[in-house]
């Protein structure tokens, strides 16, 4: 029998409690004692979605290597598969809205004039390509015209400053991006200001992310016909996108390094319509923070999954896989945010997720925290690690997203790329809109 205590640290930062909760709540406690009973399964897809490149017998071996005298037998495969099918994806679904949402933190990275700033956006995960997830997902046509792996779309809710998940979407991809965004509205709360890109500008959509009460700043196209209403001195001005008001922001931006400048046009909508009391200028430059979901996804697919397709070879396995990772991923934004929050005055950006990844896949390794302690550690190994390796301050990005890899759907550029660090200011000019 796998003893209770040999999780880890996993345990610290996703607790017994919490697990049994969700496990009664989803009426998936086993009715007989089993070799991997549903908790343990619980915490063994957890610690599968920190070893992503590894099957199940190989993680629940790096549960079991650092118990000298204690390691319980070994389950074979079948049996791993068997407990897994008997959990489903409920509970690790239940889980993850129990740990989901913003992180505490009492740093300023994150709000803007009070509002919480949160992002938007989408992105696409590789399922294996059996004939049960070909059922529901479907493959993508790359560039060249050759089909890849099935596709599942997530899309998700993410605090900027900690990039905690405050909430997430997914299914099939041949469902569009648009629908799992309009699904993402139930976690959408006044006092939040929501970015989103130019994919996100749809009337229908903005018009029902407006009626949650949160308020909105969304890129559009600059062509974009948006006859104004009314003119503001600073170059915007209002106009009706259906029901809704909006105020649209022209501005230049520039950004000038010892190579020279680079210059693009942006169009903003946002519903916060007051000039003095929101101004232009400061709204360009906190829409640069939408950037933070798309580090956030980079963390899930490149630095989690190490580009690796999920395990699952069924859709009800797939959707357990996922809530998993999620889940882990936000028990590792939490532990990390904890970490800089108990250094004053320190900002989370500076947190190196994957300082805190190695650190717990280490500590479960090493089957760290068998024994509970009668002192509770909020920060914990993985925060130690990440405070002992924090991160200088974020620089000024001056560079478009490159794609180097040859199987992605955009022309990859490269190999004469050029990956120097500069030195780098921001201009912005306001520009009256013309439209």
Request: charged share 20%; with cysteine.
């Amino acid at each position: 029998m796998f003893a209770p205590g040999h999780i880890g640290e996993l345990t610290q930062i996703v607790p017994f409690e919490m697990v049994d909760e969700v496990l009664a709540q989803t009426g998936a406690v086993q009715r007989r004692v089993r070799l991997v009973p549903a908790r343990v399964t619980v915490y063994v897809l957890l610690a599968g979605a920190l070893f992503t490149g590894l099957g199940y017998r190989q993680i629940f071996d790096r549960l079991c290597a650092g118990l000298t005298g204690l390691a319980p037998a070994r389950p074979s495969g079948s049996a791993l598969r068997q407990s897994r099918q008997r959990l489903g994806p409920a509970p690790m679904k239940a889980l993850f809205d129990l740990v989901r949402g913003p992180a505490a933190t009492t740093a300023a990275a994150g709000w803007w004039r009070g509002l919480r700033v949160v992002a938007v956006d989408g992105t696409l995960l590789s399922v294996p390509d059996c004939p049960a997830n070909l059922a529901v997902f479907t493959r993508q046509r790359l560039g060249n015209g050759i089909s890849g792996y099935p596709q599942l779309r997530l899309a998700a809710l993410v605090a900027c400053g900690t990039r905690s998940v405050i909430g997430a979407v997914f299914g099939p991809a041949a469902t569009g991006e648009l629908e799992y965004a309009r699904r993402l509205a139930v976690d959408l709360r006044a006092g939040m200001l929501l970015l989103g890109d130019r994919n996100f500008a749809a009337t229908a959509l903005l018009n029902h992310w407006a009626a949650t009460g949160a308020d909105l700043l969304v890129r559009c196209k600059s062509g974009r016909n948006l006859p104004p209403v009314a003119r503001y001195r600073d170059g915007s001005t209002l106009a009706r996108l259906g029901a809704l008001t909006v105020r649209v922001i022209d501005a230049e931006v520039s950004i000038v390094t010892s190579r020279g400048t680079r210059t693009g046009r942006y169009r903003l909508l946002t519903t916060l319509t007051d000039p003095l009391k929101y101004p232009a200028g400061e709204l360009v430059r906190l829409y640069h923070e939408r950037w933070e979901i798309e580090t956030a996804y980079a963390e899930l697919k490149s630095t989690i999954l190490g580009g690796h397709v999920l395990r699952a070879r069924t859709p009800a396995g797939i959707e357990q896989e996922v809530w998993a990772l999620l889940t882990a991923y936000q028990a590792l934004r939490t532990a990390m945010t904890d970490a800089t929050d108990s250094v004053p005055g320190t900002d989370p950006d500076r947190a190196g997720f994957t300082t805190a990844l190695t650190a717990a896949r280490d500590q479960l390794v090493l089957a760290a925290g068998i024994i509970a302690d009668t002192v509770i550690d909020l920060v914990g190994a993985i925060g130690r690690n990440v405070l002992a390796h924090i991160l200088p301050a974020r620089r000024i990005r001056t560079k478009d997203r490159i794609v180097k890899r040859a199987i992605s759907k955009y022309n990859a550029r490269g190999p004469a790329i050029d990956r120097t660090t500069y030195k780098a200011a921001i201009n912005i000019t306001m520009l009256t809109t013309s439209t």
